[in-house]
C-alpha cells in the first residue's frame, strides 16, 4: 500500500511565503512523475506544477512564484512565494506509477489559506 502524506499548509498573508512537503509511507515504488494540484471550493482540481526525471511544468497563475522540487525518492516539495488570495486552496500531492487506470496516487491534502 502507497500513501501520500502532505504537510506545511496553513494560513499566510499576501506576499508572504509558505512550503509544502509530501512523504510516502508504506511500500516506496518510485514515481514516474510527482505533481501538486489544488483545488479550491466550488472550482475543479487543477494542476499547480509538475515534475519528471525530464522537465518541471508550471501553471500560468503560479509561474515564477512557485517552485517544485524532489529528493531522489518519492519527497515533492511545493515553494510558494509571493502568495496571493486566489492561492487559498487544498493542496494535493499525486504521484504517477504508470500511465493508465490504477497507477494514480493521492495524498488526503493539505489546507492553505491566503489573507489579503
Known amino acids: 500500500q502507497v500513501q501520500l502524506v502532505e504537510s506545511g499548509g496553513g494560513l499566510a498573508q499576501a506576499g508572504g511565503s509558505m512550503k509544502l512537503s509530501c512523504t510516502t509511507s508504506g511500500l516506496q515504488p518510485t514515481f514516474i512523475s510527482m505533481a501538486w494540484y489544488r483545488q479550491a471550493s466550488d472550482l475543479g482540481r487543477e494542476m499547480v506544477a509538475k515534475i519528471t526525471d525530464v522537465y518541471t511544468q508550471y501553471a500560468d497563475s503560479v509561474l515564477g512564484r512557485f517552485r517544485v522540487s524532489r529528493e531522489p525518492g518519492n519527497t515533492l516539495y511545493l515553494e510558494m512565494n509571493n502568495l496571493q488570495p486566489e492561492d487559498s486552496a487544498t493542496y494535493y500531492c499525486?504521484?504517477?506509477?504508470?500511465?493508465?487506470?490504477?497507477?494514480?496516487?493521492w495524498g488526503q491534502g493539505t489546507q492553505v489559506a491566503v489573507s489579503s
Open positions: 499525486y504521484g504517477q506509477l504508470w500511465p493508465g487506470a490504477g497507477g494514480d496516487y
